[in-house]
């Protein structure tokens, strides 16, 4: 697998090998020696799924505490990805990086603990799955404004997004509680 670094620490873009053929294709989505070699030595403790229409955006989401790492991937569709960096120590403090993930590439992303994380659906639906190094602690859960002008996030929308009211009632970041490590 190829392994790309980017601009905010820790977070990473993930391109596994895919072996297409005829009948279609296969790829290994996580073998844990594989991933400790690329530097993902994370303890993932709990799965999950969701399916989303096109035009529905899930958060910005995180845990304070009890931050997650999270390993993130499109089975099915299209999305826009999205990372905002909430560790104050950090040199890209409030900065986001964004992907477009598909069923097609196979690639993933690697959060760390520490950053606030969400998707739009830019396909008719989404299946989309991704492996946390935490439990999901609904009362330490956090939401950040997906539209914080401060952070600028370019989704690539052209009407308003389909939103939870969670998702709707998110904090600005001068307001979010952060991570001071």
Not at 1 to 26: C, N
Not at 38 to 58: C, E, M, P, Y
Not at 123 to 133: L, M, R, V
Request: charged letters at 25%.
């Amino acid at each position: 697998m190829q392994v790309e670094t980017t601009a905010i620490s820790g977070l990473l873009l993930i391109q596994p090998k895919v072996f297409r053929d005829s009948r279609g294709f296969f790829t290994e989505t996580f073998q844990r020696q594989r991933y400790c070699d690329a530097g993902i030595v994370a303890d993932f403790v709990q799965d999950n799924f969701s399916r989303s229409a096109k035009g529905t955006l899930r958060g910005l989401h995180y845990q304070i505490p009890h931050p997650q790492g999270k390993l993130v991937q499109v089975l099915c569709g299209k999305i826009f990805d999205v990372v905002v960096d909430l560790r104050k120590p950090s040199p890209t403090f409030g900065r986001w990086l964004g992907f477009e993930l598909s069923g097609e590439t196979c690639q993933q992303v690697y959060v760390p603990p520490g950053c606030a994380h969400g998707f739009c659906v830019l396909s008719e639906t989404a299946d989309f799955t991704y492996k946390c190094t935490d439990r999901y602690f609904p009362e330490h859960e956090r939401t950040l404004l997906w539209n914080d002008p401060a952070i600028g996030i370019e989704w690539p929308l052209t009407d308003e997004p389909i939103l939870s009211n969670k998702d709707r009632a998110g904090v600005p970041l001068d307001r979010a509680e952060v991570y001071a490590e």
